[in-house]
């Protein structure tokens, strides 16, 4: 009776040091039982098809399976012991007969990887019913009774409990040497297409896991069957077949290397492509190629009727998807057509905003097939309208209305070259708050990686306490004490027998901290500059500082968490905060602040008291210092939540229609957080995965690249 094994591993990492005699360096990967999976349980003892035991032959061998039978009888008349069974199980706990009896052996000696041979590319089919349509075929139409691997891991890394019967069932994956080995497949056909790097660094930490638990040295080689053998194998080492295929084959020994360096977690350099000196190659490429004619598309990326105040600025987003054709950089994608002249579009280019005229140009050059979103910034006329603006084929809907925005100072500076009258020309400018005054902070012009978050503070009075001499509008008034109330429009503070009345009052710690010692709580103390505004009747309080002391103070991810959970938050926290500094996706347009303090609307910042609290979160920050999420060049909007029940949610399934780079947030397996309640809104970043995942020994970054499928981390520029 010959078995096999499948593996399947979740898409996870470690780095823990592998050595034969050490237990528990390597945590268990999640393993997808197989109740979790599908497995109808009934195969193991009934066959829809009729009674039929043809025995358990093997899983992709070829050749004469006389001089196969012959070989196997040498070598068990020569290496018995190889042959060795511990037990056997003959019925279920019910005391049915099983129709494969669960054998174990006496030791395990080999760990054999395999592939499935069957394609996943084109395969529209979930992995989960991958794996028991594979289950179908072993059970029923093989009359096994049972599959024959012992694991299976598919393309995302999720690894799957295969044959039943527990640690050291014998599978049937290798003709006559399936006792003393464990079999593990990965889904695909190797021969064909290549594993994906999620699949190989599971199927690392399994291999680690099983050596670990078996006690096989994997510095040593093994004699198996009469021939001296590494201690992980492909099929083809121990068989007559092609098995893994090859580009699985070709990678082995790297694979081989990592799992005994303990390098889990690092990507594998791929396998060159086949190449076939007889032209195979290219017959296969004719063969395989079927013209497909494909057209650009264009489609909105939020909805298409807007609303804004005469004068002020809207923000829409498109995504273009080249054809078949190379798109060079500044090439014509579409044409532009206003009702009125004076609705003004600005599109970035390099970070500069560039006036769009009669058409949009592609930003960057496309490969065929390539999307790209192109982020436009609209300025509304001044007067109280309904507007149409067409771009490509999407006609949106610009409603003005509400109390005019007023126009800034030397706004003329703005003007376009042509000079023409304010009436006949959008003046571009930076969105400001409503009491914009001549004092104009160097920040609201988006000076680089520098945040403003309007804090929680709701009284109408307040005292500041600085440990340095700060400065008030950019002056030193000899006190560090600063009281502040309204006076009309404007903050009127109180230093040193002193009164400074203005619509935006500035203090300055410089290098010092600020303290609202009016605030009664102990979250009261920040870096950088405290501003004083009166918005909509009330005193607000506006902390501004740096990216990057912001984010010392986010009270997120204390330090009761794994570090490297703490750095993939300090990365994604970071890119959240980042795109919405950026000009066109503004969270709370015309407002002078680009955040504020309450996690349901943007992130919980506690400024210097949660810096002391938690040094090493601090640490993490410093150790990702402008670390961001990006695709295609463009920052990405990172959400993260608390916890999910297994699995992640797309941002449909939440009803976040047309998110930003949507695709980078499908629905993935969360094993980490199996049997939690949901908390929180279950897209991106789980809290309770990455803390599962830095405990594998998973770094930041690799936990960030699991939830943020497809993106690259750079560095903020």
């Known amino acids: 009776m010959h078995r096999s094994v499948i593996f399947f591993v979740f898409l996870a990492s470690c780095f823990y040091p592998l050595s034969t005699g050490a237990k528990d360096l390597v945590d268990k990967p999640p393993i997808i039982s197989r109740e979790q999976w599908g497995a109808d349980e009934s195969f193991l003892t009934q ?64 760990l054999v ?20 349509a594979l289950y179908q075929y072993h059970a029923n139409q093989l009359g096994w009774g049972d599959i024959g691997y012992n694991y299976v891991v598919d393309e995302k890394g999720n690894i799957y409990e295969g044959r039943a019967g527990g640690d050291g069932v014998i599978g049937g994956h290798v003709y006559c040497s399936n006792v003393g080995t464990i079999g593990i497949a990965l889904m695909g056909n190797f021969e064909e297409e290549r594993p994906t790097q999620p699949q190989i660094k ?16 994997l510095n040593a080689k093994t004699r198996f069957h009469g ?17 893994p295929g090859y580009y699985l084959k070709e990678i082995l020994p790297q694979i081989r290397t990592h799992v005994i360096a303990g390098k889990l977690g690092s990507p594998i350099s791929p396998p060159s492509l086949r190449f076939y000196s007889d032209g195979t190659s290219r017959r296969l490429a004719e063969r395989l190629y079927v013209p497909e004619k494909r057209e650009p598309t264009l489609e909105p990326m939020g909805p298409t009727e807007l609303i804004g105040r005469p ?73 109280t309208l309904m507007y149409d603006l067409s771009i490509g084929d999407i006609d949106f809907k610009l409603r003005a209305e509400g ?79 600063v009281s502040l109330r309204r006076d009309g429009d404007s903050c009127l503070a109180e230093v040193a027998g002193l009164r400074v009345s203005a619509p935006i009052v500035r203090i300055d710690a410089q290098s010092g901290v600020n303290t609202i010692a009016s605030w009664s709580r102990a979250t009261n103390r920040f870096r950088g500059v405290l501003e004083c505004r009166i918005i909509d009747d009330q005193l607000v309080l506006i902390n501004e500082l740096s990216l990057e002391d912001y984010l010392k103070g986010l009270a997120e991810e204390p330090d009761s968490e794994p570090y490297e959970k703490q750095r993939a938050f300090a990365i994604a926290a970071r890119s959240y905060a980042a795109y919405y500094l950026q000009p066109l996706h503004r969270k709370f347009p015309e407002m002078p602040y680009d955040g504020d303090d309450s996690p349901a ?15 090493r979160w601090v640490q993490a920050v410093e150790s990702t210092a402008g670390k961001v999420v990006t695709k295609n060049g463009l920052l990405v909007k990172t959400p993260y939540f608390s916890a999910d029940d297994g699995r ?22 969360d094993p980490w957080c199996q049997g939690l309640p949901m908390n929180g809104h279950g897209v991106g970043m789980s809290g309770c995965g990455a803390k599962g995942q830095a405990k594998t020994g998973k770094t930041g970054e690799e936990i960030i690249q699991y939830y943020y499928e497809g993106i690259q981390i750079q560095q903020l520029q």
């Open 202 to 217: 599971s199927l690392k930490w399994l291999l680690a896991y099983l050596a670990q638990e078996n006690s096989i040295n």
């Open 311 to 383: 004068g002020g600025q809207l923000t829409i987003q498109v995504r273009y998807t080249a054809g078949d054709a190379l798109v060079p950089r500044r090439a014509r994608l579409v044409a532009v057509e206003r009702s009125d002249p004076r609705i003004g579009i600005w599109q970035d280019f390099a970070g500069n905003d560039v006036r769009v005229r009669r058409e949009i140009l592609a930003p960057q050059s496309l490969r065929a097939g390539e999307s790209i979103v192109i982020p436009l910034r609209i300025q509304l006329p001044r007067r």
């Open 403 to 481: 109390r005019r925005i007023p126009l800034p100072i030397n706004s003329s500076a703005s003007l376009s070259s042509e000079q023409e009258s304010e009436e006949d020309t959008p003046v571009f400018v930076p969105a400001a708050a409503p009491n914009s005054s001549s004092i104009i902070p160097q920040s609201l012009a988006r000076a680089e990686k520098l945040i403003r978050i309007r804090l929680s503070f709701d009284q109408p009075t307040a005292t500041i306490t600085s440990n340095v001499l700060p400065k008030i509008n950019d002056r030193v008034l000899g006190g560090r004490s």
């Open 227 to 243: 021939v001296l053998t590494p201690t992980i194998v492909g099929h083809k080492d121990v068989g007559r077949t092609k098995c």
């Open 113 to 132: 990887v395999h592939h499935t041979a069957l394609k996943v590319t084109g395969d529209d089919r979930s992995p989960a019913e991958r794996m028991q």
């Open 47 to 110: 066959d829809p098809n009729g009674d039929v035991d043809v025995g358990v032959t093997d899983v992709g061998e070829s050749g004469n399976t006389a001089d196969r039978a012959e070989e196997c009888q040498e070598w068990r008349r020569k290496y018995p012991n190889e042959f060795s069974i511990d037990r056997t199980v003959t019925v279920d706990e019910n005391g049915e007969r099983l129709r494969w009896a669960q054998q174990y052996s006496s030791m395990i000696r080999l």
């Open 601 to 615: 609307r943007f992130q919980s910042y506690g400024g210097v008291y949660f810096e002391e609290q938690n040094p």
């Open 648 to 669: 992640t949610r797309s941002p449909e399934e939440v009803g976040w229609n047309r998110f930003p780079f949507e695709e980078i947030f499908e629905s993935k397996p």
